[in-house]
């Protein structure tokens, strides 16, 4: 939606023009999944699809929000006094976030904000993570607020680790608040440095969306993440960033299958992420694709967050483009989307095989986004 079209709708609805627009982007992660919590490497870009919000400010210390992607809905808090409800559903990633930044920037007072979206919802693509990047970047435009891209994205972490009551990782929101234009990022989640690394040109990001709607996510992904520091605590090291093969299998009678498997998975995932970031690196792109079936394959058979839809999408995809690209699901997992780097002339054979094939075999009808990599929020 452009700027011109969000305020005459802020206007509507608010009576005064904004006092800023600001957007935040989705992401997509091209490798290293559920690696950020275990103090390891990820390897994801930001896209063109994001989140905006309008916003103006009160002086009644009252919050109101609208969103125009659910018939307009409107949720009014108060700063002073802010608790998680049931019943708001979206609303308490902006509850939630205020929270935090209260916390920290106690002189914040009210505002009036209009959200909308084209992030594809439960897909995977971190709308979430993008609305709380856009909702902090709100408020520190508003009340000029010296919040940086890495304290922006650690204030949307903490909205949804300690009041959505998600243990979501950092690299959700570290990509929508840092990601640069054309490139890719490898982000280690223990130092929080990072490197921008160009995406070339001949190669197309494709985001295929299973369109399985992500069952259980946040209770599943929690108990991936209990399961992590179990192997850790068993190993003796305070993240499994600090485990090897080696000291796994020196322990792997100390732990139970399962366990063993979700390390192997967070060990192994580690070590393909910078893998495949240097293959892209220097444009070897059998060693990048190698890397990503690899993922794929240890994602559905040792940390179990692949669903058969997307499965099958790997598969098709992965035939489709041998070694000359790399396909995998991205994100969370339990449904969701899968992503490609593809030769740029090998997307229309993508778009046909999926429409094709996909829908006979699952039942499921896929959306395909072929994106560019965008601009973060704090970049
Ligand atoms: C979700 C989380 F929010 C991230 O922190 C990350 O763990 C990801 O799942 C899996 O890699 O998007």
Not at 45 to 66: E, L, M, Y
Request: aromatic content about 8%; hydrophobic content about 40%.
């Amino acid at each position: 939606m452009n700027n011109q079209v969000l305020t005459t709708k802020f206007d509507a609805f608010y009576g005064i023009a904004p006092q800023c627009i600001v957007q935040a982007p989705g992401r997509v992660n091209l490798i290293g999944e559920h690696t950020d919590y275990n103090e390891g490497f990820v390897f994801p870009a930001a896209i063109n699809f994001g989140t905006w919000i309008a916003a103006s400010t009160r002086d009644d210390k009252q919050v109101v929000v609208t969103a125009l992607d659910y018939n307009n809905q409107q949720n009014t808090f108060a700063i002073d006094d802010i608790a998680f409800d049931e019943s708001q559903g979206w609303a308490n990633y902006v509850r939630g976030v205020v929270k935090v930044l209260r916390a920290d920037f106690p002189h914040i007072g009210g505002a009036n904000l209009l959200v909308t979206g084209d992030v594809p919802q439960g897909a995977g693509l971190s709308s979430s993570a993008s609305f709380e990047v856009a909702t902090v970047k709100a408020f520190a435009q508003l009340y000029d607020l010296p919040i940086e891209g890495v304290q922006a994205a650690l204030a949307g972490q903490k909205a949804e680790n300690t009041f959505v009551g998600c243990s979501c990782g950092i690299m959700d929101q570290l990509i929508s608040a840092m990601g640069q234009a054309g490139h890719a990022m490898l982000l280690d989640c223990q130092s929080l440095t990072m490197q921008h690394c160009p995406l070339p040109d001949s190669l197309q990001i494709v985001i295929i969306n299973s369109n399985v709607k992500r069952g259980l996510v946040d209770s599943e992904y929690n108990l991936r993440r209990q399961q992590c520091e179990e192997g850790a605590a068993v190993m003796g090291v305070s993240s499994l960033r600090g485990a090897s093969l080696g000291l796994l299998e020196d322990n792997r009678s100390a732990m139970s299958d399962v366990v063993y498997r979700r390390c192997l998975h967070i060990i192994t995932e580690n070590s393909r992420t910078i893998t495949a970031s240097k293959a892209l690196s220097c444009g070897d792109i059998a060693v990048l694709s190698r890397a990503m079936a690899e993922s794929h394959v240890s994602m559905r058979d040792d940390f179990e967050i692949t669903v058969k839809p997307i499965d099958y999408l790997v598969d098709i995809v992965g035939q489709l483009l041998g070694e000359h690209g790399g396909v995998r699901m991205t994100g969370g997992g339990f449904g969701g989307c899968v992503v490609a780097l593809a030769p740029v002339d090998k997307v229309p054979a993508i778009k046909q095989v999926v429409a094709e094939k996909y829908p006979k075999a699952t039942g499921y009808q896929a959306d395909i986004y072929v994106c560019t990599a965008g601009q973060g929020a704090f970049a």
